[in-house]
């Protein structure tokens, strides 16, 4: 027995011979099995695809179910507010030129409620507002698409107004998104609210805002009007107040001038405790000048002396006309000494200066006080004193006036 295998089995051995199939079994088991797999695939794919077309329709009943009350919430809001939600496809009939519009009115028709525009029989929503919108409004809004459209923008904004079957206007503020399907072809969804109360607020707002522009212009021009006047009134206060201390004559200060400073630098004084002097001159035989050339000439004399004391006083010093032909020069913080060449240098410029007809001198009576003793009376006192004094030596002099307070 050659070519016989033997398999041990507890200790006995068996011999194994192999079977001998031929090609007609060998193709009949291989169609068997085949046949059975197939059969097998068949089954599984056959569940499989039930199972998953099962969770399919599920699936889309829920998806559904949650559209129609997404589409249900949105009826409510739109029929409830003042909201207009509008889809349309656009496209491109030319070059440039996006005219194919075709809107889905979805919830458009809705607005009608609150947005009572004139809707002919042969007109869709979206012509009946295109045409119910003011040509400017239109214009403008045509410029937005087309910005968005060929600019690649996401979407856009604007506002309008759109004129309603009784003629009111309504304002609308619109947001809409664009598509861009391809470079001829977009899809948009637009949504408007009604803007017009919030608008009539605005141009109320707009109306008090120039209303306060004019009301403050107005103010502007009252006060620009009231500070002129009260400059034109302090004008005439300050001519008032010179007219008041000032001679009419001479131009120099006044009697009711002189006597002011006077008081004011006899305080002075008393705070700093030092001198103050005062200078009293008089034009020597001035009457007989008046009587001889009349008293236009004396007018004259009076004022051109008046300029020589001005020209010859100090920033300190206060000229005045006392009255008639005397004047009085106060000398403020100045001593004996100052005071009398200061006078002397008045009566020089008097005496060299040219008079129409003839020579003019005066007579100078000087005096210092410290404000520490007496008062200003005494101060004039003294003065006036020592202008008697000149006058007695001869005229055309100075003569100080000695006092127990002269420094």
């Known amino acids: 027995m050659a070519n016989v295998q033997y398999l ?9 011979q192999r079977p001998s199939y031929s090609a007609d079994n060998i193709d009949k088991a291989t169609a068997n099995v085949a046949g059975r797999m197939r059969k097998n695939v068949v089954k599984h794919l056959t569940i499989a695809l039930a199972e998953q077309n099962s969770a399919l329709i599920e699936q889309n009943q829920i ?12 009826d409510v809001l739109v029929r409830s507010g003042r909201w207009l939600i509008w889809h349309a496809d656009v496209a491109e009939t030319e070059p440039g030129f996006a005219n194919d519009w075709r809107f889905r009115s979805d919830y458009a028709e809705a607005a009608l409620s609150w947005l009572p525009i004139a809707v002919d029989d042969n007109q869709d929503f ?40 009784t003629g009111d206007i309504r304002w609308l503020a619109e947001t809409v998104a664009v598509e861009h399907v391809s470079p001829t072809q977009w899809r948009l969804t637009g949504i408007a609210i009604d803007i017009t109360e919030s608008k009539q607020v605005e141009q109320e707002l707009e109306l008090m805002r120039r209303e306060v522009m004019s009301q403050n212009a107005e103010l502007q021009d009252a006060q620009a009007e009231l500070e002129a006047q009260n400059d034109e009134l302090a004008r005439a206060n300050a001519r008032l107040e010179s007219l008041a201390t000032t001679d009419g004559l001479t131009g120099l200060k006044n009697h009711r001038a002189f006597q002011e400073a006077l008081e004011h630098e006899w305080r002075g004084a008393q705070r700093h405790g030092g001198p103050l002097s005062l200078i009293f001159l008089d ?3 001035f009457k007989n000048y008046n009587d001889a050339y009349g008293h236009p000439a004396g007018d004259e004399v009076l004022k051109q002396v008046g300029i020589l004391l001005m020209e010859g006083a100090r920033d300190i010093d206060c000229v005045a006309r006392y009255g008639g032909e005397e004047f009085v020069v106060l000398a403020p913080r100045t001593d004996a000494e100052g005071v009398l060449a200061l006078a002397e240098r008045f009566r020089r410029r008097i005496a060299a200066a040219s008079f129409p007809h003839r020579k003019i001198t005066a007579s100078f009576g000087v005096a210092t006080q410290r404000a520490t003793f007496g008062d200003a009376k005494i101060l004039i006192q003294t003065a006036d ?23």
Do not use: M
């Open 126 to 165: 979206s012509t009946a507002i295109t045409c119910a919108r003011p040509p400017e409004d239109s214009e403008i809004c045509h410029v937005n698409c087309s910005n968005a459209l060929y600019g690649g923008l996401p979407g856009y904004s604007q506002e309008f107004r759109v004129r309603t079957r």
């Open 283 to 285: 034009i020597d035989y």
């Open 385 to 407: 004193a020592g202008l008697y004094a000149a006058k007695a030596q001869g005229r055309n002099c100075v003569s100080l006036a000695i006092t127990e307070a002269t420094a």
């Open 8 to 16: 041990n089995v507890n200790r006995w051995r068996v011999p194994l």
């Open 63 to 74: 998806l559904e179910s949650r559209l129609q009350d997404v589409q249900d919430d949105i």
